[in-house]
């Protein structure tokens, strides 16, 4: 398996970094798909704004156990091609009791990605300058929460069990 990392500050000391796991929350991903099946039955449409969750998109989360934190870096590794798109969720929101709304989503958004036609042991692609600032925003929003979602899209051939995705912090304190 590839691993690429943005290193974005080699002189952080290892031993007093974060190291987050992108999890997926399959329980808010299946009750977001159940909330699409929903109103494909019923032949409603969504309400004005709602995003719904697409097939190829899953639920993941991060949570904090400490909130004062700086960006240091991702990790993600992805064994075959593919593009996998990270948007993150603005608002505290639940499926059960709200429905995701299309101003809740992030921006930048984060996306690495390896075509097709390179080689497995290339390094994935992504686009630093918003990986940068996206990390940089996932640690202000820690400060004032304690977890944090996500959608995660797997489109060009990748697929979740391909992947693993982190993220490193620097504890302010």
Same mark, same amino acid.
């Given at each position: 398996?590839?691993?690429? &990392? ?13 190291? !987050? ?17 929903? !109103? ?11 995003? +719904? +969750? ?5 639920? $993941? ?12 870096? @991702? $990790? ?9 798109? *990270? ?5 505290? @929101?639940?499926?059960? !009791? ?14 690495? @990605? ?26 202000? !929003?820690? &400060? ?22 982190? *993220? ?6």
């Amino acid at each position: 398996m590839t691993s690429s &990392k943005m290193d974005m500050d080699e002189t952080k000391s290892p031993s007093k970094t974060l190291v !987050l796991d992108f999890k997926e929350d399959a329980a808010l991903t299946e009750m977001m798909r159940l909330r699409v099946s929903s !109103l494909q039955r019923s032949g409603q449409k969504r309400q004005d704004g709602e995003r +719904l +969750l697409l097939p190829h998109e899953a639920v $993941y989360r991060l949570d904090f156990a400490t909130q004062e934190l700086s960006f240091s870096r @991702w $990790y993600f590794s992805l064994s075959g091609h593919g593009r996998v798109t *990270i948007t993150g969720i603005s608002q505290h @929101w639940t499926p059960d !009791l709200t429905h995701l709304m299309t101003r809740q989503l992030l921006e930048p958004i984060g996306t690495f @990605w390896r075509n097709a036609d390179d080689p497995e042991d290339s390094p994935l692609k992504c686009l630093e300058a918003d990986m940068q600032e996206f990390g940089e925003r996932i640690a202000e !929003l820690a &400060k004032v929460r304690k977890v944090m979602y996500f959608l995660l899209a797997f489109k060009d051939g990748a697929e979740a069990a391909n992947l693993s995705c982190s *993220i490193e912090f620097t504890p302010e304190k």
